[in-house]
């Protein structure tokens, strides 16, 4: 496939996923090409958190459109269709160009006629989750797998895929990793063939070896996931992300490092685990009730005294804020329902809420909650949320 078709597959796999109509080898895909490189997901995130910013200034890349007129055909409702010329000198950037511009289309016509909540049946997630193995077979984990490796069984039940070998710990030189990918609306559990359990949140990635070997267990983690780590004294447990890790003998916490955020939190329940920032060679120890929030760009850090169960809720079917702001709040939403949210004003991003609510609510009833207070109002259309500060 050439760059230029490239580009319109990731066109359409963007504004399918706007449409709640991706499939999970799909939106496998579409994470994909986000983080093949830092641009790309830059210009993914330009246009899934604020539409606004879609319309790029520079007269080499998009006409420029005023941010006023999209504001405007919120307003009044309007079903026009314009269309956007691509300035074919501009052809060697087509993969990014053709990418914001077919999709920032599609934004401007899904705007509804009639903004309402009676429009969309959202429901909360499921256990979902995709299997990609060591040769490059992907398992779609919707229905019971029993594989056989060397020594090796590997099954699912319930949303909870196990690794099951003989000797925990090889010798053996040749390691086969697996990656388990949860997709947005997403969750599953794993549990590793030294018997640590593993939760998985919404949009996340965990690769881990099918055997652990060496001097250490190291996995690699995008996005969130509580570990339960079998206590090894002669074997540390390590979780990386990038540049940081997380190392420990046997201990229960969380860790929250999605790329598209700029910190990497990590909450310790139970134990005691060491954080270190390899790039800038700082560590920290942490104690139970310890959080740690690094920043993934300057290094900066701080480490606070928290109540735990906030932060693990999401484990046990909760969905827990307290006085978090709402950006904060719908970010989360979405990767649990997989829907787009799309705020109308930047004021509503900053307003603070606090609940308690089952993981498993419907969607709108969640909204309700939140619209209860009278500060905010949301709009739906098929699985685009349109949020608004009420005065």
Not at 218 to 230: I, K, R, Y
Not at 294 to 307: A, E, L, P, S, W
Not at 328 to 346: A, K, P, Q, T
């Amino acid at each position: 496939m050439n760059q230029l078709n490239s580009s319109f597959k990731i066109a359409e796999l963007i504004s399918k996923r706007l449409k709640g109509k991706l499939s999970l080898e799909e939106s496998h895909i579409l994470d994909e090409w986000k983080y093949d490189s830092k641009e790309n997901l830059d210009l993914y995130h330009k246009l899934s958190k604020n539409p606004e910013t879609n319309f790029f200034k520079n007269e080499e890349q998009l006409e420029k459109v005023k941010k006023e007129e999209i504001w405007h055909k919120i307003n009044t409702n309007l079903q026009e269709k314009k269309t956007r010329k691509i300035r074919t000198e501009f052809l060697k950037y087509a993969a990014s160009i053709i990418v914001i511009g077919i999709s920032t289309f599609f934004i401007i016509n899904s705007i509804p006629n009639k903004p309402t909540n009676q429009t969309a049946h959202i429901s909360p997630g499921k256990n979902q989750a995709l299997l990609m193995r060591d040769k490059g077979e992907t398992i779609i984990l919707d229905e019971f797998v029993k594989l056989k490796e060397e020594g090796l069984e590997i099954s699912n039940t319930e949303g909870h895929l196990i690794y099951t070998n003989d000797n925990k710990i090889t010798n053996k030189e040749k390691i086969t990793y697996n990656s388990l990918i949860i997709p947005k609306g997403g969750e599953y559990n794993l549990t590793l063939s030294d018997g640590t359990k593993i939760w998985l949140n919404s949009n996340s990635k965990l690769k881990y070896p099918t055997k652990f070997s060496g001097k250490e267990r190291l996995v690699e983690l995008e996005g969130e996931a509580f570990f339960d780590v079998s206590k090894n004294k002669d074997f540390p447990f390590v979780v990386k992300m990038n540049d940081f890790q997380i190392k420990v003998l046997g201990t229960s916490f969380n860790v929250n490092a999605y790329n598209d955020e700029k910190e990497i939190i990590t909450t310790l329940v139970e134990g005691r685990v060491e954080v270190k920032d390899q790039l800038r060679n700082q560590k920290e120890i942490l104690l139970p009730n310890d959080q740690f929030c690094i920043n993934k760009y300057n290094g900066d850090f701080k480490k606070t005294h928290v109540d735990t169960e906030i932060y693990t809720a999401w484990k046990n079917g909760r969905l827990v804020f307290q006085n978090e702001r709402l950006e904060d709040i719908m970010i989360r939403l979405s990767r649990w329902y997989n829907v787009e949210v799309f705020f109308l004003n930047n004021e509503s991003k900053d307003l603070k809420f606090t609940g308690d609510l089952a993981r498993y609510e419907d969607f709108n009833n969640v909204l309700e909650m939140i619209e209860f207070t009278d500060k905010v109002k949301f709009s739906i259309k098929n699985r685009s949320v349109l949020v608004e500060k009420l005065n």
